[in-house]
C-alpha cells in the first residue's frame, strides 16, 4: 500500500506545516490548494478530489496536534471555550463528512474559498468583540460551532482558518491564546473530518507519511517565527495568506 514514495508530497507539508506553525490553524486553507494546483505541476499527477480532502483531514489533524504541543507552553488555551465550541463542531463535523464523498468538486472548493473569505469579513468588520456573545459564551458557542463544522466537514477541513478569526474577533480572545486554544480545537475538530472519511475512498492513505513528515518538519519552523512576530503583525500575515488562497480555489471551482 505504501510502496511509492511522493517527494512532491513532502513539499507540499513543509509549507503547509510551516503555515500551521505560524498562525496556529490546521492548514486545510494552503494544503488544498497545494494539492490542486501546485503538487500536479511538480509531480505531473492530479488528485481526485476525495484524495484531497482525506488528506486534508488527515493534514488537519497532525498539523494541530503538532502546533498544539509547539505553543501550549508559552500560552494557556481556554479550556472553557474548547469544551463548549470544539466537541459540537467535531460532532457536526464528523456526521457531515459522512457524505462528503456525494458532494461535487465545485462545490467543495466554492464552500472552501467562500469559508476563507467569511473569516476575512469576520476579521475586518468586527473591531471589537461582540458582548452578546462574551456574555453567553456556553449559548452561542455550540452553535457557532455546529454550524462552522457542518460547512467544514463537507469540505473534509477542521476549520482553524475560519474559527481562529471568529475567536478573536467576535469572542474577544487574544490573539496568541487564541493560537493555542485554535490548535487545540483542530485536534478534536479535524478528529471528526478524519474520522468521517472511514467509509469513503481511503485512497488518500498513500499520501499520508510523506505529507505528515513534512508537516513535522515544517510546524517547528513555523512556530518558531510565530513567537517572534508581534500580534499585528500576525493579523496582517493571516488576512493576506487567508485571502489570496480564498481567491484561488474560488476561481478554481469556476474554471
Request: with cysteine; net charge positive.
Amino acid at each position: 500500500m505504501f510502496s511509492h514514495i511522493y517527494p512532491g508530497m513532502i513539499g507540499v507539508g513543509i509549507l503547509a506545516g510551516f503555515m500551521s506553525g505560524l498562525f496556529g490553524i490546521g492548514g486545510g486553507i494552503i494544503v488544498t490548494p497545494l494539492l490542486i494546483i501546485l503538487y500536479p505541476l511538480i509531480s505531473g499527477q492530479k488528485l481526485s478530489i476525495e484524495v484531497v480532502t482525506g488528506l486534508s483531514s488527515a493534514q488537519g489533524f497532525f498539523s494541530s496536534l503538532t502546533s498544539y504541543f509547539l505553543h501550549r507552553g508559552k500560552h494557556r488555551p481556554d479550556w472553557g471555550i474548547i469544551k463548549w465550541f470544539a466537541l459540537p463542531m467535531a460532532l457536526a463535523n464528523f456526521f457531515t463528512s459522512l457524505s462528503a464523498a456525494y458532494f461535487p468538486e465545485s462545490f467543495i472548493l466554492f464552500v472552501f474559498g467562500a469559508l476563507g473569505l467569511m473569516s476575512l469579513i469576520v476579521t475586518v468588520f468586527c473591531k471589537k468583540p461582540i458582548e452578546l456573545l462574551c456574555q453567553n459564551r456556553s449559548l452561542y458557542l455550540p452553535i457557532v460551532g455546529i454550524f462552522l463544522g457542518v460547512l467544514c466537514g463537507a469540505v473534509g477541513q477542521g476549520g482553524g482558518f475560519i474559527y481562529l478569526p471568529v475567536l478573536i474577533a467576535m469572542f474577544g480572545l487574544p490573539i496568541k491564546q487564541a493560537i493555542s486554544t485554535s490548535a487545540a480545537i483542530g485536534i478534536i475538530g479535524a478528529s471528526g473530518a478524519l474520522f468521517g472519511r472511514i467509509n469513503g475512498d481511503l485512497s488518500f492513505l498513500h499520501y499520508t507519511i510523506e505529507l505528515i513528515f513534512g508537516i513535522l518538519i515544517g510546524g517547528y519552523f513555523g512556530a518558531g517565527l510565530s513567537n517572534r512576530l508581534t500580534p499585528d503583525r500576525l493579523k496582517l500575515a493571516l488576512n493576506i495568506f487567508i485571502f489570496v488562497c480564498s481567491l484561488q480555489l474560488i476561481l478554481k471551482a469556476f474554471h
